[in-house]
């Protein structure tokens, strides 16, 4: 089973991936996404995603980038949208049970 850190690196990579030439397609969601890799750069390798409790959180934002990834190369735009809110929710949970109250993502 991946540990919550490397899940953690599987979604930062993913949102590298999205990020790419988003901006062209809408300013805002690329500023969400790499908004979103900054935070998880900063939590990355501390000790809440070496213990149990990170893999929950962090498994379904994982999953939620792989699904915005696969969305975007489709060139569902549509369904981006909704796809976003939903990972930037799910990251957000992430980075608050990671210690980070109070930041809040755009």
């Known amino acids: 089973m991946q540990s919550g850190q490397e899940m953690l690196e599987d979604t930062i990579s993913?949102?590298?991936?999205?990020?790419?030439?988003?901006a062209s397609q809408n300013e805002s969601w690329a500023k969400s996404i790499d908004e979103i890799v900054?935070?998880?750069?900063?939590?990355?390798?501390?000790?809440?995603f070496q213990t149990m409790p990170s893999v929950p959180p962090t498994r379904t934002a994982m999953r939620e980038a792989a699904t915005l990834l696969e969305t975007?190369?489709?060139?569902?735009?549509?369904s981006f949208e909704t796809q976003i809110a939903t990972l930037i929710s799910s990251a957000q949970?992430?980075?608050e049970k990671a210690g980070m109250k109070g930041?809040?993502?755009?």
Do not use: H, M, P, Y
């Open 103 to 106: 930041t809040t993502l755009t």
């Open 14 to 22: 993913s949102c590298r991936e999205i990020s790419q030439d988003l």
């Open 72 to 78: 975007k190369t489709s060139g569902d735009w549509a």
């Open 38 to 48: 900054e935070k998880f750069e900063e939590i990355s390798n501390t000790f809440f």
């Open 93 to 95: 949970t992430v980075i």
